[in-house]
């Protein structure tokens, strides 16, 4: 198993020394980074847990799908 | 314009100002009592009841001292100075603070920018005051006064900024409304704090006050003002700390936002008493720090900003509207 990790180890070894050396920065990025993963990772799982979005706003009048009736009554005399 | 909106528009604005430079003098003495507590000692006392009358005995000593203003200064400049500093820190009071529903001057759309905008502009008076001077302490106190404020203008920007997220708008009584179910200082409190050591340092307050430290630069960009010129830098610094104060209780406190147990039928406005409350408390902050921390040396500020708190605060831009989109609770 520890095959697997091998390749790793010195990137390990880096985030180990950077955030106890700079931990202002190695937190900063962790915390930026948590950002998009939950952007990504949590509407589908609120998804299957059953959230239904809300239906959008309307941001256009809903023209009906039909031709236009005549109008009447609007004429000059 | 008519003659008679001009006059009420007049009368607005001497209803805000007046209580505001008062208010600006009564800080002085809250500061020095609240100080002097600090350090188990009694501060003024002598002149009126409990040192009340002391901030208008030292204007009075300030303004009947001789004005000095050294030869090869720049004589503009040297007076333009302290009346910017003053006339910038007086304007933030005036288009955008709401006193109450409804009761802002101008409840302007863009107010948080109008805000920013002037705290910039308030650099060049402290720019002005040590290049007019011709004197090389003057120069140097203002340069790193300069340098330090445009520097934590970044933090602050990016702590507002995260404000206008949550409420997607850059108006105060919106921000304000918004806060009715809970002030933004509970799910924002790590804000709140990198916001508060910006305000700090903005109004070159301890720990940040190497640049007119007595001990260091005599008194930095506002060595060579004095009676007058050095009124008007006090009042700036001053008011400065309360519109910051203001602010802070409109951004983070819920502003006027008061507990509705009664329906209030009297002519009296509470909500400005419950603002004025709200205010005092980032006040007493303010002394609080200046009596329990050290001062930072210059180089040492500076790194603050660019090496600690800028990465936090790109990282909190960067969480925060991703925790809105990912649940699903943009405001607009």
Known sequence: MAFLFRPFQRSYNYLYRTAHE???????????????????????????FGYVPPPAVPSSYPLPN???RPLSGYDDE | ????????????????ILPILLAVAFMTII????????????????VGYYGILQPFSDALKLILKETIIPSHSNKVLFYLAPISTLVFSLLGW??????????????????????????????????????SANSKYAFLGSLR????????????SSAILIIIFLTGSFNFTTIIEIQQSIWFIIPLLPVFIFYFIAVLAETSRTPFDLQEA??????????????????????????SIVLFSCITSILFLGGYNMPEVFVNDSIFNLQSIFLGIKTCLPCFLFVLVRATLPRLRYDQLIDLCWLNLLPVAVALIILVPSILVAFDIVPY
């Open chain 1, 66 to 68: 039909r031709p236009r």
């Open chain 1, 22 to 48: 700079k931990p202002v920065m190695f937190y900063s990025v962790v915390l930026g980074v948590i950002g998009p993963v939950m952007t990504i990772a949590i509407p589908p799982l609120r998804e299957s």
């Open chain 2, 214 to 239: 007595e001990s260091e630069l005599v008194s930095g960009f506002m060595t060579e003002h004095s009676s007058v010129p050095f009124v008007f830098f006090f009042l700036g610094e001053y008011s």
């Open chain 2, 94 to 131: 005036l288009m955008v603070i709401p006193f109450g529903k409804g009761l802002a001057i101008s409840d302007y759309s863009l107010g948080i920018l109008y805000t920013l905008a002037l705290s910039s502009l308030g650099v060049y008076g402290i720019l002005f005051a040590g290049w």
């Open chain 2, 31 to 46: 500061e020095r009592k609240q100080l002097a507590a600090h350090q188990r000692r009694v501060g003024p006392n002598t």
């Open chain 2, 145 to 156: 006064s300069t340098a330090a404020m445009i520097s934590y203008e970044l933090i602050l």
């Open chain 2, 1 to 16: 314009m008519h003659i008679s909106s001009l006059i009420f528009n007049l009368i607005d604005v001497l209803c805000v």
